[in-house]
């Protein structure tokens, strides 16, 4: 069958390049229209609990796009005209941000944060400093007076030392692009910042943008790699063929995936440019051994006009099986991502399995018809001839195989996967490590993180719902409140979690000023009754939208927010743990716990569901593997014996992660799940070319030896161009690019090691019959086996 195919592809090439070409060009201008951005609701789990809790009350207690903004003065305090102009400013301006929510913005300057006042004439609120800024010095102290008695201000909104201040704004999820947001809050506040204040920006509106902000020099990286790989390809296999053809495969894959996926109405994630890059080193891949493994059957046969297709004709059908094995072992590893209920990873399996089945055609196929044009296919461009020093590891890898130091191999590669699979065990699900895994850690975005998280709270939220559908009024029950003053207490025991706010904080500031400000009135009330009073006495004062923050408008549901000083994996797995204990101590008469909101509760979600998920995706990738080499190999053997790469690059990459603090989060999952069949690419043609070689009657000793030197090569060439492009993305500013740059030339790096210089000495010790053919065994001592070679697949 396989001859057949190369036949028909090499006798029909210039009708299968029209085809192609033409093809190329319709998805060329298809994958020029391809939308590059990011969308928050593709990144949560919508069927997950905490994701359906935070879709039902994010438009009342806050959604998870929420931007802080912290003004900090150089000199003095912050109860001054010049800075609290700004601030005001700001608070005007955020109105016209786009997809803001204007119910959602709370400072000093807007109607939200209010002092209650008491007198003789009834209960009146006043905001604390809108529609106007302070006149005069007295006004200033009274602003300040007012809140230094306010503990729902003094330390939320104002710092403790008084040197700061905050705006909190939130947007509206669906409507939210993060680019535009981005742009215009920068704007907004770059307006107003001089050197009297250092202003502070944080929110995962702001976290995207910069991601976006830092495309160009994404593109830069992109178009440098590209540049380092056909260098080196250059310098290596001293052929134009050498050069153009991996390049033309890799532009051919990238414009047919993007143009399919863009009439699929698939949008293109920044973040995902790593995947981009290591599918692309796979077509690359391909791409040169079959040019390899055509140079060396010019090396066979009589020059000659036919020369070149017959070369092509035979490297496309000895290279067709392992070339396709491993694009089946790419793409159905990479599906099984797929499983995951986070639209984001599956639209990003979509694009990446359709990225990778065009590898058959852009490099298995294309790459062999093009060499089949060559007239003069002999000579070489230059003369600097790096190959005796390639072939001398190649001969290290032959001796290592077919000496007695293949023991050594065995037994050193198997005590690696152990200690590397049990250290592995250390990984973080999550974010590792304080402040944005995507970015540096001194970047502009995690310093102002950091700042804003030292003088507050906390810069990221949870909230908690308590209450029930149906249920007016619920939450004015002493139940209920008092339960919700407990849990604030308890989870405020936790180190990570600065503060917390709830209706169950505002009801004794009420009672207090009620009773003339005495501070021993500074409680919640005994009944029902008393604290249903306080609250319709707050709601009579209030305006729409003031008690958002703290219940539903038919006080049947409201919310405990939590504010954590960090977003690591750690962090949120113990809160959860905790509110989990807190309420199987505390259950409630009437009403229910609902978790759980905001940004940090819908990382929760993330996180449990990768958590829940990585092992089973791990195992059942391991397990596609092993029946796709069963069946093409016809052989359950065969299954087991890649595995061994696998595991190796695998446990020893999952190692580093652990050991750096790398996390596996929503962004990391895909690589490390591409990664998998990386593992065993380089293995297919290794091993593929040790059967050809056996089936041709060759020993064992000598076919491993061709085996080494004409797929070993390819092996050699492709993953030092590939190890050598990938690791520039540590230039990049943006920490998960180069961390996932770093990881991909470890892959790449110990999966070239294990296809040259584990694989033969496995293949070698137990002459696997997939391999080997049958092999009778000797009854008599002294009987020597004979070998019976197993006819190749094709």
Not at 643 to 650: A, Y
Request: proline share 4%; hydrophobic share 50%; with cysteine.
């Amino acid at each position: 069958m396989i001859e057949r195919i190369a036949e028909f592809c090499i006798h029909r090439r210039a009708w299968l390049v029209g085809v192609i070409a033409t093809l190329t060009l319709v998805l060329g201008w298809s994958a020029l229209r391809i939308e590059v951005r990011t969308v928050f609701e593709d990144m949560l789990p919508s069927k997950h609990e905490y994701v359906q809790t935070h879709e039902r009350f994010k438009d009342t207690f806050g959604g998870s796009n929420m931007v802080t903004i912290m003004f900090e003065a150089k000199e003095g305090d912050i109860f001054n005209p010049a800075l609290l102009g700004k601030v005001r400013a700001v608070t005007l301006g955020l109105r016209e941000v786009s997809a803001v929510n204007p119910y959602q913005i709370t400072s000093l300057a807007s109607k939200k944060l209010k002092e209650v006042q008491a007198s003789t004439d009834g209960i009146a609120t006043t905001p604390l400093m809108w529609p106007d800024l302070p006149e005069g010095a007295e006004a200033m102290a009274a602003l300040k007076e007012a809140v230094l008695r306010n503990p729902l201000v003094y330390g939320p909104y104002v710092s403790k030392d008084l040197q700061a201040t905050l705006i909190t704004v939130d947007f509206i999820d669906r409507d939210v692009d993060y680019a535009k947001v981005f742009d215009e809050v920068r704007k907004l506040v770059a307006s107003v910042e001089d050197d009297s204040v250092c202003i502070r920006v944080v929110g995962d509106p702001i976290l995207y943008g910069w991601v976006n902000h830092y495309v160009p020099e994404t593109i830069d990286l992109v178009a440098a790699a590209l540049a380092v790989t056909l260098g080196m390809l250059f310098v290596l296999l001293r052929t134009w063929r050498g050069v153009l053809l991996p390049f033309l495969a890799g532009v051919v894959s990238a414009v047919w995936a993007l143009g399919i996926c863009r009439l699929l109405g698939i949008h293109f994630e920044p973040l995902v440019i790593v995947v981009a890059m290591l599918i692309t080193s796979r077509a690359v891949s391909h791409s040169v051994q079959i040019v390899n493994r055509f140079d060396d059957e010019l090396e066979n046969i009589a020059k000659g006009s036919e020369s070149a297709r017959h070369a092509a004709k035979v490297a496309l059908a000895d290279l067709f099986r392992p070339g396709m094995l491993g694009v089946i072992a790419d793409a159905a590893c990479m599906a099984v991502v797929a499983l995951s209920p986070i639209p984001m990873l599956q639209k990003l399996t979509v694009l990446s399995v359709v990225w990778v089945s065009t590898l058959t055609i852009s490099a298995v196929i294309l790459t062999p018809v093009m060499l089949s044009f060559i007239r003069r296919p002999h000579g070489t461009v230059h003369g600097l001839n790096l190959a005796p020093w390639l072939r001398k590891i190649l001969d290290l890898g032959v001796w290592m195989a077919t000496s007695r130091f293949r023991y050594a191999v065995i037994g050193c590669s198997t005590v690696v996967m152990a200690l590397s699979g049990y250290y592995a065990f250390n990984l973080k699900i999550g974010d590792a490590n304080p402040g944005s895994p995507i970015l540096w850690g001194n970047s502009e975005y995690n310093q102002d993180a950091a700042a804003i998280n030292a003088r507050f709270q906390g810069a990221d939220r949870m909230f908690v719902v308590l209450g029930a559908e149906g249920q007016p009024d619920l939450v004015k029950k002493n139940e209920i409140l008092t339960t919700m003053n407990r849990f604030q207490r308890f989870m405020e025991a936790q180190p990570e979690i600065g503060g917390s706010v709830s209706i169950a904080d505002v009801l004794p500031v009420v009672s207090r000023t009620l009773r003339e400000g005495n501070p021993r009135y500074e409680e919640l009330g005994d009944s029902q009754a008393t604290n249903g009073s306080l609250m319709a006495v707050l709601d009579s004062v209030s305006e729409p939208g003031d008690m958002d923050r703290f219940v539903d408008s038919q006080y049947a549901n409201g919310a405990v927010t939590l504010l954590f000083r960090d977003r690591k994996g750690e962090t949120i797995r113990t809160a959860v743990a905790r509110i989990k204990e807190f309420i199987a101590a505390n259950p409630l008469a009437q009403g229910s716990w609902q978790l759980a909101g905001g940004l940090i509760g819908v990382m929760a979600a993330v996180n449990e569901v990768i958590l829940s998920g990585q092992i089973e995706a791990v195992a059942l990738a391991l397990l596609v593997l092993v029946v796709i080499c069963t069946v093409v190999y016809r052989s359950t053997v065969a299954g087991m014996l890649f595995m061994v790469p696998v595991i190796i690059s695998n446990t020893l990459t999952f190692s580093f992660m652990a050991w750096k603090g790398i996390g596996m989060n929503i962004n990391t999952v895909p690589v490390a799940a591409l990664g998998i069949g990386l593992g065993v690419d380089y293995a297919f043609y290794i091993a593929d070319r040790i059967k050809e070689e056996i089936a041709a009657g060759s020993s064992p000793e000598r076919a491993i030896s061709v085996a080494m030197h004409s797929a070993g090569m390819g092996v050699v060439v492709t993953a030092s161009v590939l190890i050598l492009s990938t690791l520039l993305w540590w230039a990049s500013s943006l920490k998960f690019q180069a961390e996932m740059g770093l990881l991909m030339a470890i892959w790449l790096g110990i999966s070239a090691m294990s296809a040259l210089f584990v694989m033969p000495s496995v293949i070698y010790v137990f002459r696997p019959e997939f391999i080997f053919g049958r092999r009778e065994r000797p009854v008599l001592a002294g009987k020597v086996p004979v070998m019976q070679p197993q006819c190749a697949f094709d």
